[in-house]
């Protein structure tokens, strides 16, 4: 595990990885949407920063929470500048704040952080894509949703 006080800089080329549930596995192998769909309570989209964390780390964390411990597990990585772009496609503005270095879109409540750091006790490298949540519209979300899917995700058999 890597330091407890680093925190993600959310640089275009930085990765997130999402955990893909097995039903959301495609014929083919492919990620579905809803593998990146928030749930109707989220107040984000949660994820981890590959710059804090390995993917294998990771992948042992989402294997414990998700699946009790047992089976292969499927992680979606996808850059910041993939989650950005799907952002704009869908009319959803990120830009990046010259002044603070951070990413913000215009929300319900004004200018917010596109992507926050969310540390956790079990998961150092948890974060929060901030403009997918329940509070956009059921549209907007299925256009990112549908951006960030299609690729096959990275597959771990842990022992």
Known sequence: MRKKNKQPTFSPKSELARYVDPDEIKSGGRVSSGAFMPSPVDTYLSVNSLELEKVQEIARYYRQIHQS??????????KIVDYNNAAN?????VQ???VSGRWEFRGANGVLEAYKYR??????????????NAQLDELRIKKIARRLAG????????K
Do not use: D, M, Q, Y
């Open 96 to 98: 990046k704040n010259s």
């Open 151 to 158: 690729r096959r995700p990275h597959l771990f058999e842990l």
């Open 89 to 93: 496609f869908a009319g959803l503005s």
């Open 119 to 132: 540390w956790t006790h079990i998961s150092s490298s948890h974060c929060g894509v901030e403009f997918i």
């Open 69 to 78: 411990g047992t089976g292969n597990v499927a992680v979606a990585c996808r």
